[in-house]
């Protein structure tokens, strides 16, 4: 077994390693993810309990006022004795008509656009969380490609040292090969501190302490999630439900600052017993009815109706800016869907099959010493990295689908994919011709305006290290 043979040898197994620690470990899914946030989220609780303390003061808002009983004393003389009459009183106040219906209504409506607000934060949660469940597992792939490629890096450092004693190879290969190692390290200490606190967001999702493990996230695509969804009805959005109700509300409360000019009523009953048979008073009672006057018009009930009339228009306004913004979003959602779903097809059908005769060709190319060692990295890594983006790609399918489902008037918008893939140009090649031939071009294009590199290829580092060997590569 050459050197070469040994080092892809100990990649694969490294590999095998690792896949089969992650067998191992219990997998979140997105849909039991979901479940713990709906289950254990505070604000999803804080906020249904809100919609039902409301919905518990809307009997109230209708009942009538508690009656007023006294009982005492009257007519004691100041000269002292035992001569005097007791008095009982009973009063009720009853609101002129239909006040108490419109009470009632407006706290119906005040509780109804409640729940709709919980719902609303219900969708926005499931967004977030959503986001937050594949940022976490874009990161963690993104972890794992950094891994095979650290591995790569050092297996081609001991194929160097190997050739290097043998003169086949120069020195300051073995010094790129540890810089490019040190990158990657670097660029590994970002990802698992970006790791902690994605880590700590999902926590907080589902409320539990922020170091709390969380066990390796499981995702699984197919072509049928290409499918476009439709477009959910806007009829059945909570948003505008919430705003449907403020505008029922306000008209409740319009017709109850109407009804304020009506005075309300004061039912009184009176009983009176003398405290000795001596006194030559019997007893007897009385009823009484009263009502309120509002001499005060101009100062109270005016201003109220107008305040009433005013809201009402504010919250027909806002209905009508929700349902805009919803048409509008509607729309964003969608093409954001068509978008990514142009993307993913791009890199499955033209980005990806084209990289990877571009990296078999880069194989051939250095162990027929056409290029460098470096230059065959920059291959791979451009290789490993669109593997990375095709994924990004397909989880902002994931992220435009739950967009159009949970549709929001502004809502949390993440885009993982790039603008454009990372590409190579053969000119990074000046050693060979990638294989020679229509084997691929030079660039991927990506239509109008997004064709070129967005990698800058590295110089290449002599003609020694073209002899370098590092095996059967990727």
Not at 66 to 87: E, K, L, N, Q, T
Not at 284 to 293: A, D, I, P, R
Request: with cysteine.
């Amino acid at each position: 077994m050459n050197a070469r043979q040994f080092i892809h040898l100990m990649f694969l197994m490294g590999s095998t390693f690792i896949y089969a620690d992650k067998l191992c470990a219990k997998p979140l899914t997105l849909e039991s993810f979901l479940s713990q946030v709906r289950s254990g989220n505070p604000d999803l609780q804080s906020s249904k309990l809100r919609a039902e303390a409301l919905e518990q003061r809307i009997d109230p808002a209708g009942a009538l006022d508690d009656p007023f009983v006294a009982a005492g004393v009257d007519d004691v003389p100041f000269r002292g004795g035992s001569d005097y009459i007791r008095r009982y009183q009973v009063s009720q106040s009853i609101p002129f008509p239909g006040k108490r219906a419109a009470r009632e209504a407006i706290a119906e409506h005040r509780a109804l656009s409640a729940h709709s607000d919980a719902e609303t934060v219900a969708r926005e949660v499931t967004v977030l969380a959503t986001q937050a469940f594949y940022r976490t597992y874009y990161n963690a792939k993104a972890l794992e490609l950094n891994d095979k490629l650290k591995q790569l890096v050092l297996s081609s450092v001991e194929s160097i040292k190997i050739h290097y004693k043998t003169g086949e190879a120069n020195h300051h290969d073995v010094l790129l090969a540890k810089v490019e190692a040190s990158i990657l390290d670097v660029e590994k200490l970002r990802l698992l501190r970006d790791q902690k606190i994605l880590h700590a967001l999902l926590n907080e999702l589902r409320s539990l302490p922020p170091t709390t493990p969380v066990d390796d996230l499981r995702i699984q695509f197919s072509d049928n999630n290409l499918q476009e969804p439709e477009v959910p009805d806007l009829k059945n959005q909570p948003e505008l439900k919430a705003l449907e109700y403020n505008v029922m509300q306000a008209e409740k409360e319009q017709r109850l600052a109407e009804l304020a000019y009506f005075p309300d009523f004061v039912i009184q009953g009176m009983a009176l017993q003398p405290n000795s048979s001596n006194m030559d008073i019997p007893s007897s009672w009385g009823l009484m009815v009263g009502v309120n006057v509002p001499l005060y018009v101009e100062q109270k009930q005016a201003p109220l109706e107008n305040a009433a009339i005013i809201d009402k228009k504010a919250a027909v306004l806002e209905e009508q800016k929700i349902k805009n913004r919803l048409n509008t979003e509607a729309i964003d959602a969608k093409k954001q869907f068509e978008t990514a779903r142009d993307v993913v097809s791009l890199y499955k059908t033209k980005v990806l099959p084209s990289t990877q005769l571009a990296a078999k060709s880069a194989k051939i190319d250095y162990i027929a010493n056409k290029i460098s060692l470096i230059q065959y990295f920059e291959v791979l890594k451009v290789q490993r990295t669109q593997e990375l983006e095709y994924l990004a790609a397909q989880i902002d399918v994931e992220l435009a689908k739950i967009r159009i489902k949970e549709l929001l008037t502004a809502p949390p918008i993440l885009k993982l994919a790039p603008t454009k893939p990372s590409l190579f140009e053969t000119s990074s090649m000046r050693g060979g011709s990638m294989g020679g031939g229509d084997t691929v071009s030079s660039t991927v294009t990506m239509g109008r305006d997004m064709s070129g590199p967005t990698r800058k290829p590295k110089s290449p580092s002599g003609g020694g290290s073209r002899n370098a060997g590092m095996g059967g590569g990727m």
